[in-house]
């Protein structure tokens, strides 16, 4: 079992920046590296949305949303993957999700349903 744990939302304006954390922690019998990591956001009233993952190969993804403002990136001694949001706006109002799954697991790491763990969220708002 992988517990999965947010942190870094909060209330910013247009045009801020934010950096989500997610720590992963757990007794798998795996190492964090193993498993490809993703992050999700779902809005008030609309459905779950992918926006950045890690692919198999180290291939990252992105929504096209989101292109050339959010980063994510990882560091496996620290069992954490980042979100670096840039140029924030209103629109990318949502809670924010991490989760894992393991490298074997077929599927694109652009759907929430090939994802076997998540967090528990951390709601970022953006006021213009």
């Known amino acids: 079992q992988v517990q999965l744990v947010e942190s870094g939302g909060g209330s910013v304006q247009a045009g801020d920046s934010l950096r989500l954390s997610c720590a992963a922690s757990?007794?798998?019998?795996?190492?964090?590296?193993?498993?490809?990591m993703g992050w999700f956001r779902q809005a008030p009233g609309k459905e779950r949305e992918f926006v950045a993952a890690?692919?198999?190969?180290?291939?990252?993804y992105y929504a096209d949303s989101v292109k050339g403002r959010f980063t994510i990136s990882r560091d496996n001694a620290k069992n954490t993957v980042y979100l670096e949001m840039n140029r924030l706006e209103p629109k990318d109002t949502a809670a924010y999700y991490c989760?894992?799954?393991?490298?074997?697991?077929?599927?694109?790491?652009?759907?929430?349903?090939?994802?076997?763990?998540w967090g528990q969220g951390t709601q970022v708002t953006v006021s213009s």
């Open positions: 989760a894992a799954r393991a490298s074997e697991m077929l599927g694109s790491s652009r759907a929430s349903g090939t994802y076997n763990y």
């Open positions: 757990g007794r798998t019998g795996r190492t964090f590296s193993s498993y490809l």
């Open positions: 890690f692919g198999r190969s180290g291939s990252i």
